[in-house]
């Protein structure tokens, strides 16, 4: 856990330092990876470049104010609403990535059917990129010492143990926590995400030589990463929602977006190939009686 990654020396200037934020610099790096990716699927798809740009912009705004607001909603601790700052200090954590999706996906969806660009080819230029989004964000998770795991055996090589005062220890121990006990170790819930979104990644990429019909990659990203998060909630351990209490008809609000996620995105999928299996009967079809 390393929440300042490092600071940028003002004080010979007389100046404060600045500070780093583990977590910030690496939604940076999230957010400049899926762009640099979207671009270059883009121009394969035949589409504008530049244009990713400005859905980027919208996506990566309403992607932030999403994940804060979902944060707030069901994961704040006690204060956080009467306090301006804390709702808006996402440089300390606390964002919940459905929460961003949902949002992106909303508003980035509008701007494209405003700009009358094709909605399943530039959606699905982003799919890798939210995909390597989550294998950074979750190693700034990691180092920002959020999202951690239920504890482990001790002795468990994959174990972790965060700091005094971290998340997890005052989680575990509560005030305590501060007077420098470090936490137990628990499972690396972040560094196991992080790695599942690599690997979605890379499955994504291979998958779109394959791709059938427009947004197809889009949907299989959802159903992957629907599927990983369900079962990784199992092993997470952070604060619950406090409208539930961790549960709701045995399962966790995580699980449950998740299991939502998955269904809506494969009856979506069966819709579109439909769609795109009648569209070729048809054209086969017109191409049979011109011949005639």
């Known amino acids: 856990m390393r929440k300042i990654l490092a600071y940028i020396p003002l004080h010979y200037l007389g100046l404060s330092d600045i500070p780093i934020f583990s977590y910030g610099f690496m939604m940076m790096l999230a957010f400049l990876s899926a762009i640099f990716i979207a671009r270059r699927q883009a121009v394969k798809d035949g589409i504008d ?125 509560g005030m305590a926590a501060f007077q420098n006990i470090e936490s137990q170790a628990v499972y690396p819930t972040q560094l196991i995400s992080s790695f599942g979104g690599l690997i979605t990644f890379l499955l994504i990429l291979a998958l779109f030589k394959y791709r059938k019909f427009p947004g197809q990659m889009t949907l299989y990203f959802l159903q992957i990463y629907g599927l990983f998060r369900f079962f990784i909630e199992y092993l997470r351990d952070d604060t619950v929602p406090y409208f539930s209490y961790g549960s709701f008809g045995g399962f966790k609000a995580g699980q449950i977006v998740a299991i939502i996620t998955v269904l809506f995105a494969s009856a979506m999928m069966n819709i579109l190939k439909k769609k795109h299996s009648a569209k070729i009967s048809s054209n086969t079809e017109d191409s049979i009686v011109d011949k005639e």
């Open 49 to 173: 470049p530049d244009k990713i740009y400005d859905i980027s912009f919208i996506a990566i705004l309403s992607g932030i104010i999403g994940s804060r607001l979902l944060w707030v909603i069901l994961f704040s601790p006690k204060g956080t609403w009467s306090s301006l700052y804390e709702i808006v200090a996402v440089w300390n954590g606390g964002l919940v990535y459905y929460g961003g999706l949902i949002l992106s996906l909303f508003f980035g969806g509008i701007y494209v059917k405003k700009k009358k660009l094709p909605v399943g080819l530039t959606i699905d230029c982003f799919a890798p990129g939210m995909a390597i989004g989550i294998f950074f964000g979750r190693i700034g998770c990691f180092l920002n010492g959020c999202c951690f795991g239920k504890t482990c055996s001790l002795d468990a090589w994959y174990g972790v143990r965060f700091p005094a005062g971290s998340p997890a220890s005052f989680h575990q121990y």
